[in-house]
């Protein structure tokens, strides 16, 4: 009785220093870095737009958590909806101005103004992330013999692991392992540190596309030294490589081409993104459907998602619910204008009923955190990533 006392004391303490280090250097860095990637792209779009942009990056990386639980599936499912939703809202000044309708209007190419920041706010929450995994045993490697190999203590993940399977071997206490959190942190700093010269020379476009392509080489190279594996694809050998390794290094080859293209473009020399577009006139129906559409998405991180997704999905759903009201408020205002009068209601330009509908809007989009499933936090405390372990 006092020896079970005593591993759920020491369990207890365990998990609150570890309830601390990611909150340190995982939900921290997450909030901090997004927050000055979405303040940056504010001062070069319509803040509107930047709230519907970040908004949908928020809930979409939830979903890539929650569906391909990894950094690589927020990666995939934050980025492409951040430039969707960013290209479809807004239009260049010129086309805007122009009387004829074009087909190559339905998206503009306002998403070079969001790359650069974006991509350099990941990597630097990579690379503090992944010092916090080291820390705690999250992540960690396979079995090393090398000068700097950590040596984790008797308590954690890794002495479970390790006991599990190695058996006697391990009876001691865990095997040295390769810190390959460690080797991803300091990756994701020096691509950051070239990315910033490269963004003198070739652009924001081409620095931002080289940097993320380096990283998924990067990455692709040191996922068999991990032991912690979070992408089934890892297992799935296609000849000497996995399925993982072999669809990244295809997806950087990708990134260099999007910077040799991009590298000669105006807009992207020397990192100049000026401000050249305006948001859409949208109707008052598609706001309400697109806020509707996402905060459906949104729901669906919170039911089937993580703790973290969870937040990240209640941000999304908060900000989107904002944009949307701004948006109304912006329709109308120009109704109020081309026919010089005013309709009451809700859907007034008035500030009055602009908070009004906001008041009704937030607690609509809250709505999905009532909704109990495995995102709920009493469910199990984890880093937001289901790992496995090679066997």
Known sequence: MQQSLKEITNQNIIM????????????????????IAAWSSTKRLSPVVCGWGFGAFFVSLSLGIAILPSILGALAFGLLSIILAVSYLTESESLASSPTTHISSLLSDSWRVVLWPLVISLLAI???????????????????????????????????????????????????????????????????????????????????????????????ILNPLRASINTSASFVDWGPLSKLQWCLFVISIACVIVARSNRNRSSNHRGEVRSRYI???????????????????????????????????????????????????????????????????????????????????????????????????????NLGLNTDQRG
């Open 16 to 35: 609150e220093n570890f309830t601390m280090e990611w909150i340190l250097f995982g939900k921290l860095p997450v909030l901090i870095c997004l927050s």
């Open 126 to 220: 990579i690379a503090i992330g992944k010092v916090g995994c080291w820390v705690t045993g999250c992540c960690f490697g396979e079995l090393s013999q090398l000068p700097w190999a950590t040596h984790y203590g008797h308590e954690g993940f890794v002495a479970e692991y390790h006991l599990d399977r190695y058996g006697s071997l391990a009876s001691q206490g865990p095997l040295p392992v390769h810190p390959v959190q460690l080797y991803e942190s300091l990756a994701a700093t020096l691509i950051i540190g070239c990315g910033f010269k490269l963004k003198s020379r070739l652009g924001e476009v081409s620095a931002a596309s080289l940097s993320i392509g380096a990283y998924l080489f990067i990455y692709a």
């Open 279 to 381: 948001m859409k006139n949208v109707s008052v129906e598609f706001s309400l459907g697109l806020w509707i559409l996402l905060a459906l998405l949104g729901g669906l991180s919170l039911r089937y998602g993580t703790p973290f997704s969870a937040q990240l999905a209640s941000m999304g759903i908060c900000l989107i619910a904002v944009a949307a009201v701004k948006t109304i408020s912006m329709k109308t205002n120009i109704c109020d204008q081309k026919h010089k009068t005013r309709v009451g209601g809700f859907f007034t330009s008035s500030p009055t009923a602009s908070w009004a509908l906001l008041a009704v809007t937030l607690p609509l989009a809250l709505v999905p955190l009532t909704i109990s499933g495995s995102a709920s936090p009493d469910s199990s405390f």
